[in-house]
């Protein structure tokens, strides 16, 4: 009860109520066992959640179904014992009906007088374009049509560039006000994007997804799935097909 009076703060409540009218952006506060003390409208949304009352009390994984609610509860014990932040992780999370977002997540920790962790507080934005398609440069819109096309495993940051025909810092900072991701995030993006499209739409083995997505073998292609998600692309394929919104 100490670190929950310590926690709902007039300051706490006030970027509530701020939040609450950010659209694209699921903010939250969390105590020390990681548990919601606030959340925002878009959090809500997020989850299919009417109310604040839904989600305040519990976490991430007892509001979001089978191993996808694991990830962010993971998340927050390693932030709550190390007191080190998460800064912009790029992940994919779920959006009722069962419409998958990708978000840069983004979890600081929360410490008292003496220095010592008692809660979380952070936010996840979706992953949006942030200008017009025609504002994109054309021969990076032409690169990034080529890359997006084949996936193929050479592909880099400093491929892009190269294909681009623009210096490797241009290409960062243009991507980065276009999409809001690293070079390296969009190219992560765009291969397990690819990758959930296919588990989800076809029957492919695992192996030959991986891939086709430009992945040099199996288990590679499962560890950076796992880290996105939260689950293996096994999982991921088995849950999304047994859950029905």
Not at 76 to 88: H, K
Not at 191 to 209: C, E, F, N, V, Y
Request: proline letters at 7%; glycine letters at 6%; a positive charge.
């Amino acid at each position: 009860m100490d670190t929950l009076r310590k926690l709902t703060t007039v300051p706490i409540a006030a970027l509530e109520q701020l939040f609450d009218q950010v659209p694209d952006v699921a903010f939250f506060v969390k105590d020390c066992h990681g548990k919601y003390v606030a959340v925002n409208h878009s959090l809500l949304a997020r989850h299919g959640l009417s109310s604040k009352q839904e989600a305040v009390g519990k976490c991430p994984a007892d509001i979001c179904s089978g191993d996808f609610g694991k990830l962010p509860s993971e998340q927050d014990r390693q932030v709550l014992s190390s007191g080190i932040p998460i800064m912009d992780r790029l992940e994919m999370q779920w959006e009722m009906p069962g419409r998958p977002v990708w978000c840069l997540t983004t979890k600081v920790p929360l410490k008292d007088d003496n220095g010592q962790t008692i809660g979380i507080i952070g936010f996840s934005r979706d992953v949006r374009m942030a200008v017009a398609p025609s504002a994109v440069p054309k021969t990076l819109a032409r690169a990034l049509e080529q890359f997006e096309r084949g996936l193929p495993s050479e592909a880099s940051p400093s491929w892009l560039a190269k294909l681009a025909k623009m210096p490797n810092h241009r290409v960062a900072r243009t991507m980065k006000l276009i999409f809001g991701l690293t070079p390296t995030q969009y190219i992560a993006k765009s291969r397990l994007g690819k990758a959930s499209s296919l588990l989800l739409q076809t029957d492919k083995p695992i192996s030959d997804i991986a891939q086709i997505c430009g992945y040099f073998d199996h288990s590679a292609f499962s560890r950076a799935f796992k880290k996105a998600t939260g689950t293996s692309p096994i999982e991921f394929r088995r849950q999304r097909k047994q859950v029905a919104y």
